[in-house]
């Protein structure tokens, strides 16, 4: 037993010396030859034959003299540190930059302010009044301006890249608080699963004598996570969730009723 160990280790040790002596006409670097050595000392089978202790000449592959080689490419990808590190930067730009959000389906603004305004991947909606879009006017008692503020906010929402699904808080200011239950009530059809939070406040007036405003704050569905590729399976599957949530909140309006009675 004593004796194979130490013709095993001898079988070990005479390649190693040997790959650190390196003969002039030798082609090979040292590191080459070295590495070639151990992997036939470890392959080796432990032997007392004698002829097993001779080191055996091994032909170089066809990776390591790919590796040898000064024309060898060390990184075939396409997109270097210094783009992926630039693309980064340029993510971290956009979230830290206020962008103020328009949509032409919203009603424009009465005073010195923006629809919306997105920060770091949230999204801010401006109080919505009863306006229509088109006529600019507010007609109607609470019940219709409460649609037509919630139509607005959807459609400031859609052009931020969010949904009603994503919106976290809300913020409601009647002119009577007496209307409460008649806007929670078209309030509640807009969010009919795990609505946000949400505040109410009855004040003395509202802008151009409306009964009641709405503002949100929402998430973005583009808003960039730690996951990088790994989470955009899981945003495809977020968007149609989304998108079915969307169509199950939308007021069911006189005219739908005729239709499903028809």
Avoid: W
Wanted: glycine fraction near 6%; charge should be positive.
């Amino acid at each position: 037993m004593h004796s194979a160990l130490r013709s095993s280790l001898a079988a070990i040790r005479r390649p190693l010396l040997s790959a650190l002596r390196p003969s002039p006409s030798s082609t090979c670097t040292p590191t080459l030859t070295l590495t070639r050595s151990l992997r036939l000392a470890v392959a080796r089978p432990f032997s007392t034959d004698a002829s097993a202790d001779a080191p055996a000449e091994e032909t170089p592959t066809d990776t390591e003299a790919t590796d040898a080689s000064p024309t060898a490419t060390a990184n075939t990808s396409t997109t270097t540190p210094s783009e992926g590190a630039a693309r980064v930067q340029n993510l971290r730009n956009d979230l830290l930059r206020v962008q103020t959000v328009h949509s032409d389906a919203a009603p424009a603004a009465v005073g010195a302010y923006s629809q919306a305004t997105k920060y770091n991947g949230m999204v801010y909606v401006s109080g919505c009044l009863g306006i229509h879009p088109k006529t600019g006017e507010i007609r109607g008692g609470v019940e219709a301006q409460t649609r037509q503020a919630m139509k607005n906010m959807g459609a400031v929402l859609t052009a931020a890249g969010s949904s009603y699904r994503q919106v976290v808080k809300t913020t409601i200011l009647l002119a009577h608080i007496g209307d409460f239950p008649k806007v929670n009530a078209i309030y509640a059809e807009y969010f009919p699963k795990d609505p946000p939070a949400r505040a109410c406040f009855a004040v003395k007036d509202l802008p151009k004598g409306g009964l009641v405003e709405i503002e949100a704050i929402a998430a973005s569905k583009n808003r960039r996570t730690r996951g990088g590729r790994r989470n955009n399976n899981k945003n495809k599957d977020n968007t149609k969730d989304d998108q079915q949530q969307e169509a199950a909140s939308a007021p069911v309006t006189e005219s739908t009723k005729v239709q499903e009675q028809e």
